[in-house]
């Protein structure tokens, strides 16, 4: 890894605030530390929110609500369309930020405000169809129909590894659909937040007559969110990170009959059938299972090869392993940038010990020396054959491992899919129709996600995107998913001059 030509972190970060429009005096000063993954340096030292500044967050998001619930879709698209504009212009810039702060190359980076900009599109499109039924009814003279409404404040949590696209595919969709958002970014990329909010300004600016309170951020930890998670202002609360924070809040919502959006942890799989296209697969499983560091929920960590071709694909994808190129993620050629932190990098070695433990052969996975110093993780990523799907295999660690199993027989390659507590992205790859169809069938993948000859990371916005078991259940993004949104009314309209009444109740007064 050579980072001679590349800025300082820390210099490049303070331009780039600069450029994207973030006050020097959020960024500094502050108690929440904020470190970059490339070299472990302090970043910046950010204001953190009191309880009493969230609780004013969100009584002005909830003015807000007041006024923009009226506000014609349309023109809320106009909004979402404006701020589009400026992630557009933006680009570079925000995506160069995100790969500063949570250590992603810089094409994922980029493409991670490409995801941005694609949902403010699709947005702005839905702005012109939240569409309701009309329904047949038993009455004469009577037209039943449901009407979609704003349902009121979005609480938005997010994760440390997609620290800005999370929250697009809520706040775009939310504010088309007449609701303000607050936001409670991970405290572990509070800058990209602090970025894409002063976008969100800009936006505004230009729009000229939203109502003040229409887009907030709440910078702070776990408890600062748990005033969003009970605040019974908040209808719909969408939470995105791990299986744990899920299971609090979740309970904490539902005592309050909030509604939740949850994406969580995956642990998501690919099959290798006997037909496969090898060459194909080979890289959709090497972006799947290395890409990102192994820290995308979708990232691939377990992988079935049916024995008649584990000796050809096993041997070229170890191959692949030993030379994918690690290092600055801003670097081009780099494959593979940091871990998170050292909590990242313990998780992964206890996971490859609890496998070795379980006879799993260990390829790759340890600490790579790099000029980034003693508080950066870089590692090899790690193939792990496993005789079985032992406990440590049915258990999502946010790390490059790759369990490695070989299979025999299809029904039961289905069966130890299935057979883990989280259900987000799957992928088959075979030649063969029935093959490829009994996976997508109701009897094949249970995943919110089952892709054919793809791998299973790297969704498009158009889809719904979300997961079963405890991923959680949610789906954000596209197609239907605005619905979460929204809150349902049934009206029916008698236009006639008697009352009959539904199923043909008598309940006649003088
Ligand atoms: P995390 O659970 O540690 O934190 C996520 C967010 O939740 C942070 O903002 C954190 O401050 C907040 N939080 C934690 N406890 C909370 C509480 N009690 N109340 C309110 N907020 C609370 O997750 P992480 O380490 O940042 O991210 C990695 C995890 O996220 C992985 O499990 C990954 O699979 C998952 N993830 C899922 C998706 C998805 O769409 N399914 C997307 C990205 C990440």
Not at 47 to 52: F, K, V
Not at 268 to 285: Q, T
Not at 300 to 328: E, N, Q, T, W
Request: charged share 20%.
């Amino acid at each position: 890894m050579s980072t001679a030509s590349l800025p300082p972190v820390t210099r490049e970060t303070a331009a780039l605030l600069e450029r994207l429009g973030v006050p020097a005096a959020a960024v500094s000063g502050g108690t929440l530390s904020v470190t970059s993954p490339i070299d472990g340096s302090e970043i910046a030292r950010v204001r953190e929110h009191t309880p009493e500044d969230a609780r004013a967050q969100i009584a002005a998001a909830h003015d807000a609500f007041i006024e923009w619930r009226m506000v014609p879709a349309p023109r809320r698209g106009e909004l979402v369309r404006l701020l589009g504009e400026e992630l557009r212009a933006a680009k570079e810039d925000l995506g160069r930020l995100v790969s500063i702060e949570a250590g992603k190359i810089l094409s994922e980076g980029q493409g991670e405000v490409q995801e941005m900009i694609d949902i403010c599109d699709f947005a702005v499109g839905l702005s012109r169809q939240l569409y309701g039924l009309t329904i047949a009814t038993e009455r004469p003279n009577h037209r039943m129909m449901e009407t979609w409404h704003p349902a009121g404040v979005v609480g938005v949590v997010s994760a440390f590894n997609f620290p800005v696209a999370v929250w697009s595919w809520n706040a775009a969709i939310a504010l088309v659909c007449g609701d303000p958002v607050v936001w409670k970014p991970s405290e572990k990329a509070p800058l990209t937040a602090l970025a894409t909010h002063a976008l969100v300004g800009r936006a505004l600016a230009r729009f000229g007559d939203a109502p003040a309170g229409l887009a907030g951020v709440l910078i702070g930890r776990a408890e600062i969110g748990e005033i969003l998670v009970d605040d019974a202002r908040v209808p719909v609360v969408s939470a995105t990170g791990s299986t744990r924070m899920g299971r609090i809040v979740a309970q904490r919502v539902a005592a309050r009959f909030g509604r939740c959006v949850l994406e969580l942890g995956g642990n998501n799989a690919a099959i290798v059938c006997p037909s496969a296209d090898l060459d194909l697969a080979l890289r959709a499983i090497a972006f799947a299972a290395m890409g990102t560091a192994g820290q995308r929920c979708t990232s691939l960590r377990r992988l079935f090869v049916h024995k008649s071709v584990a000796g050809k694909l096993l041997p070229r994808l170890k191959k692949v392993y030993r030379s994918a190129a690690i290092g600055d993620p801003r670097e081009s050629g780099t494959l593979i940038g940091p871990l998170r932190d050292e909590a990242s990098f313990k998780a992964m070695q206890a996971a490859l010990d609890e496998a070795r433990a379980a006879s799993g052969t260990v390829t790759g996975g340890e600490r790579i020396a790099t000029p980034a110093g003693e508080v950066a993780y870089y590692v090899r990523p790690a193939l792990v054959e496993m005789p079985t799907q032992a406990a440590i295999v049915e258990r999502e660690t946010f790390a490059p491992i790759l369990y490695v199993m070989v299979y025999e027989e299809f029904d039961a390659v289905l069966a130890l899919h299935n057979a883990v507590p989280q259900g987000l992205s799957s992928s088959i790859f075979t030649t063969d129709i029935r093959e490829a169809e009994r996976f997508l069938s109701a009897a094949g993948s249970d995943c919110g996600i089952a892709n054919v000859n793809i791998g299973p990371s790297g969704a498009e916005i158009g889809g719904a995107f979300g997961g079963e078991k405890e991923t959680g259940g949610g789906r954000e993004a596209g197609t239907d998913s605005w619905r979460a949104y929204m809150r349902r009314a049934t009206n029916t309209i008698n236009y006639g001059s008697t009352l009959p009444l539904a199923q043909g109740v008598k309940f006649d007064v003088e």
